[in-house]
């Protein structure tokens, strides 16, 4: 039976990149050896490097922009910290918007570096909603935001307009969608959500915003030396980058971003208007704020779980269990995941009505 995987990470890779990346664990470039064990300094390993970086800045449209992309590894929670160190000075100040669990640790990392200022928080609300009505401080030194949150459901439709640099942790709708990318100044993104496999972590970034905090950043955290050693300042997770440069090509081939974007569009107003419609199931996030790549929902009445849970599962359908943390359900409808999938899982709804 067909598989429809929703899980929100490590998350569903098209088809072609799974082959692909298959084959070169058994024989990279017809070199008679594994992608898993060719040295990161050979040749063909550095030209991967290199193609994944311009890839990346290629279809953020960010090329020649004064933008640089490296690979590196720690997840986006890495990133947490590094962000701080490279760009909040000496005595300095950072804006956070809180809008998930995500946007918290990375506003716990901050505080260790100097004042940090949450311009707004929907926690009361369970994080149900994206604030909207907020002030950002003219003498930070930066504005962070996420622009999709995972766990809760909710992702940021309209970014701020502000004179400081903005950061954005786009971990899990990274090339989802259209956007001026240049109005972020640093973006960063853990593969496992929309680009890869776990184990590595995008980041774009102006070079110009570096090395102006007035502070000494260990080698391991200095943006400007990873730029400068073309993200090989250590070995690289070399097969989670070949898989990544694998998607990414995919998706160019595609017709990048806004080919993909449609595609997305579609399966997210399949499954939210069955959400909508169907009386079995309740949304749990403001409709404005929904987010295309992961619908939460829940049941209104918590006695047909088991029925739900035993057909959603003979349909093929995996991952749709909600985070831990939140409960309920969550579909995750990243780039890779077929309208097909969509359909299965909407079609297991309507079925559920009927059965009641």
Not at 327 to 354: C, H, T
Request: with cysteine.
């Amino acid at each position: 039976m067909k598989k429809h995987n929703f899980s929100a990470g490590p998350c569903i890779l098209p088809q072609e990149v799974f082959e692909k990346a298959a084959q070169a664990v058994l024989d990279f470039n017809g070199m008679g050896l594994s992608v898993l064990e060719i040295s990161h300094r050979d040749k063909a390993f550095v030209a991967v490097m290199e193609e994944a970086r311009a890839l990346a800045l290629d279809l953020l449209g960010l090329t020649d922009k004064g933008y640089q992309a490296i690979f590196l590894q720690g997840g986006a929670s890495m990133e947490f910290l590094r962000i701080p160190y490279n760009l909040m000075k000496t005595n300095g100040k950072a804006a956070y918007l809180d809008t998930g669990t995500w946007a918290s640790g990375a506003i716990k990392e901050a505080k260790a570096f100097g004042e940090t200022v949450v311009v707004a928080s929907s926690k009361p609300d369970n994080y149900t909603y994206i604030p909207k009505e907020y002030s950002i401080p003219a003498d930070a030194d930066y504005f962070h935001c996420t622009s999709n949150n995972t766990i809760y459901g909710t992702q940021m439709k309209h970014f701020p307009e502000t004179n400081i640099p903005m950061v954005c942790d786009m971990s899990s709708d990274i090339f989802s969608r259209t956007l001026d990318f240049s109005k972020f100044d640093l973006i960063y993104a853990g593969a496992q959500k929309n680009m890869g496999p776990a184990g590595v972590t995008l980041i774009v970034v102006k070079e110009e915003l570096l090395g102006k905090t007035g502070r000494a950043i260990p080698n391991i955290m200095n943006y400007q030396l990873h730029i400068e050693k073309e993200s090989m300042y250590n070995t690289p997770p070399v097969f989670a980058v070949y898989t990544s440069l694998l998607t990414m090509q995919w998706l160019k081939n595609l017709g990048g971003i806004a080919a993909i974007e449609k595609q997305n569009e579609a399966k997210a107003k399949l499954l939210y208007d069955e959400i909508d419609r169907n009386p079995i199931f309740v949304g749990t996030t403001v409709k404005e704020d929904r987010s295309n790549m992961n619908a939460t929902f829940l049941l209104a009445d918590e006695n047909h779980k088991e029925l739900f849970d035993s057909m959603w599962k003979a349909a093929g359908v995996s991952g749709i269990n909600g985070h831990r943390s939140v409960g309920g359900y969550r579909a995750s409808m990243y780039n890779a995941l077929p309208l097909e999938s969509v359909q299965v899982l909407v079609d297991v709804m309507k079925e559920l009505e009927r059965k009641i």
